[in-house]
Every structure is written in structure tokens, then in C-alpha cells.
Nanobody, 125 residues
Framework: VQLVESGGGSVQAGGSLRLSCTHS????????MGWFRQAPGKAREGIAG???????YYAGSVKGRFTISQDNAKNTLTLQMSSLKPEDTDMYYC?????????????????????WGQGTQVTVS
């Protein structure tokens, strides 16, 4: 899967940012597209995912503040982030995911070139 991200940047606490991702399409009906965040050496946190049919998932840390959406005709994915907090500061990745259980799971670093976007920094101060 090819994924190209845009957006991100710096914002004050309480502000909003939008991340966008253009991808090459869904791999299968078991796959989803989504966003995770990860700082170097830290654990990966899947924050939002969406299936082709529109089912959505949000991590508790962002639920009610972030909204994931997609345009399947254009193969684009968007993450609208509102009420940002300093603890949202991180590197954000658009990625393909598997969703066969209760939550989406993301491929690890060994598969980054195949299933992750390049990442974009979000800084909230």
C-alpha cells in the first residue's frame, strides 16, 4: 500500500489540526485504514481506524475530540483533530491496519515501508 500524508504542524492547546492521507486502496475486507502515533522508542498507539464500509474506531484518549473520515472514490483519509492537548504531541502515521477483532491492529516497523506513511509531526504547546 502506498500512503502519502500531509498536514500536521504546531498548534496551541485547545486548537485544531487536520491530517490528510492519500492511499492506493484497501487491501482486503479484513483491512482498514487508520492513524497511529508513536514517538521514537515509545509504544505505538492506534488512535483511529475506519473500514471501507465506514465502521469507525477511536481510542479512548481521542474519542470525542478526533474524527476520522474517508473518500473512497479518491482514496483519501482525513483525521480532524480538535481540542488538542500537549499530550497529543507525537509523530502521527497514516497506515493500513487489520481489523478482525474488537480493535484495529497495525503492522510493526518491519513492515513500515509497505504499510505506513512517512509520518507527520504534531506539536501541541
Amino acid at each position: 500500500v502506498q500512503l502519502v500524508e500531509s498536514g500536521g504542524g504546531s498548534v496551541q492547546a485547545g486548537g485544531s489540526l487536520r491530517l490528510s492521507c492519500t492511499h492506493s486502496g484497501y487491501i482486503s475486507s479484513r483491512h482498514c485504514m487508520g492513524w497511529f502515533r508513536q514517538a521514537p522508542g515509545k509504544a505505538r498507539e492506534g488512535i483511529a481506524g475506519i473500514r471501507r464500509d465506514g465502521d469507525e474506531y477511536y481510542a479512548g484518549s481521542v474519542k470525542g475530540r478526533f474524527t476520522i473520515s474517508q473518500d473512497n472514490a479518491k482514496n483519501t483519509l482525513t483525521l480532524q483533530m480538535s481540542s488538542l492537548k500537549p499530550e497529543d504531541t507525537d509523530m502521527y502515521y497514516c497506515a493500513a491496519c487489520l481489523w478482525v477483532g474488537p480493535t484495529p491492529t497495525y503492522y510493526d516497523e518491519n513492515y513500515a515501508s509497505d504499510y505506513w506513511g512517512q509520518g507527520t509531526q504534531v506539536t501541541v504547546s
